[in-house]
């Protein structure tokens, strides 16, 4: 019971540190958005932006190719303890997905510049990273799950003896 446990904390600690790392590497690569400064507070500077946008897509492509990662390293990994480390998949990837948005919309990497402005004079500035489209938080786990499963899938039928003929047992 110790070892099941041992490998379920092990994959969900493994992916929450590797949701810290991806959200500053989402916080590094991607676009922010320009926002006005106002009397009334700060309103987008640009309706037309794909900053936005563009948020969801690399939060999308960086945790998803994460997950796709996890769930091929784990299923080669855990041959003895296939469960804890699948549910430890999934557990860790939910945290994993909400330590990615947690650390990329609270630090800012790199050199972040803004140059819309609508009015000469104003004062833009560039807006926090955040999320339009809350469903990209389930592609890490989604697809870590999913690909755990179709590589257990795949060993699982080619052990088969149901592949064979008659059930590996010849004509009768």
């Not at 590797?18 to 926002?35: D, F, I, K, Q």
């Not at 990994?77 to 990615?100: D, E, H, K, S, Y």
């Amino acid at each position: 019971m110790t070892r099941e446990v041992r490998a379920f904390a092990v994959t969900v600690l493994t992916l929450a540190a590797l949701g810290v790392a991806a959200g500053l590497l989402w916080s590094g690569l991607t676009p922010r958005a320009p926002y006005q400064v106002t009397e009334r507070g700060t309103i987008l500077a640009d309706p037309t932006t794909q900053a936005l946008i563009a948020a969801d897509g690399w939060f999308a492509v960086i945790t998803g190719g994460l997950g796709l990662l996890c769930g091929g390293v784990a299923w080669f990994a855990a041959r003895q303890w296939m469960l804890p480390v699948l549910i430890g998949l999934c557990a860790g990837g939910v945290l994993a997905a909400f330590l990615t948005l947690w650390t990329g919309s609270t630090f800012t990497l790199g050199a972040v510049t803004v140059e819309a402005s609508a009015v000469p004079g104003a004062k833009i500035v560039p807006g926090a990273l955040k999320l339009t489209a809350n469903g990209v938080l389930v592609s890490w786990p989604l697809l870590a799950v999913g690909f755990f499963g179709l590589l257990e899938g795949m060993h699982g039928y080619r052990e088969s003896p149901l592949r064979q003929p008659y059930g590996g047992m010849g004509p009768i």
